[in-house]
């Protein structure tokens, strides 16, 4: 069973893809869609949408695993902007027929730390750890994305360490 992880936003949505193995599993790809800030909500939607089209067409994951909304009240135009995203992944896994599981940030620390404080450096680390990561990864929504895989993978019984 594969399981793709993402965490959403305007800028920069993290994804990441894990294989679940008999024991352990195993990162499969993982990176950050970035847009810039100089062009339309539009074309960065389309380029978002794209993006992940080719890799749920490449990886065909079986489900997908998107973090909860977190948006701070002082900013309310990010909450907008995190909405539209969203909007875009749910209309792709539709597409796709991929069922969408949503994760509280949370949850995903705590089921990889058993701290649900802790920190991007400890979750990278746990994630590294888990799927035997050599190399560093290097972007922290990547990091954030993998985890989501790996904890909705282990939700369902997909995933054992």
Same mark, same amino acid.
């Given at each position: 069973?594969?399981?793709?992880?993402?965490?959403?936003?305007?800028?920069?949505?993290?994804?990441?893809?894990?294989? +679940?193995?008999?024991?352990?599993?195993?990162?499969?790809?993982?990176?950050?869609?970035?847009?810039?800030?100089?062009?339309?909500?539009?074309? #960065?939607?389309?380029?978002?949408?794209?993006?992940? #089209?080719?890799?749920?067409? @490449?990886? @065909?994951?079986?489900?997908?695993?998107?973090? %909860?909304?977190? *948006?701070?009240?002082? =900013?309310?135009? +990010?909450?907008? !902007?995190?909405? %539209? *995203?969203?909007? *875009?992944? =749910?209309?792709?896994?539709?597409?796709?027929?991929?069922?969408? *599981? %949503?994760?509280?940030?949370?949850?995903?620390? =705590?089921?990889?730390?058993?701290?649900?404080?802790?920190? @991007?450096? !400890?979750?990278?680390? +746990?994630?590294? !750890?888990?799927?035997?990561?050599?190399?560093?990864?290097?972007?922290?929504?990547?990091?954030?994305?993998?985890?989501?895989?790996?904890?909705?993978?282990?939700?369902?019984?997909?995933?054992?360490?």
């Amino acid at each position: 069973m594969k399981a793709m992880g993402i965490d959403p936003g305007l800028a920069m949505t993290g994804f990441g893809i894990v294989e +679940a193995l008999e024991i352990g599993g195993r990162a499969c790809e993982w990176g950050a869609i970035r847009t810039k800030s100089n062009t339309s909500l539009s074309f #960065r939607l389309k380029t978002i949408h794209d993006r992940l #089209r080719e890799i749920i067409q @490449k990886w @065909k994951p079986d489900i997908l695993v998107l973090e %909860e909304v977190f *948006v701070l009240k002082q =900013y309310p135009k +990010a909450a907008i !902007q995190l909405g %539209e *995203v969203r909007g *875009v992944i =749910y209309l792709m896994a539709q597409e796709e027929g991929i069922p969408v *599981v %949503e994760i509280r940030p949370t949850e995903v620390k =705590y089921a990889l730390t058993g701290s649900g404080r802790a920190d @991007k450096e !400890q979750i990278k680390r +746990a994630i590294r !750890q888990m799927l035997k990561i050599e190399k560093p990864v290097s972007s922290s929504h990547a990091g954030d994305a993998l985890a989501l895989a790996l904890t909705g993978l282990s939700r369902n019984k997909n995933f054992k360490w």
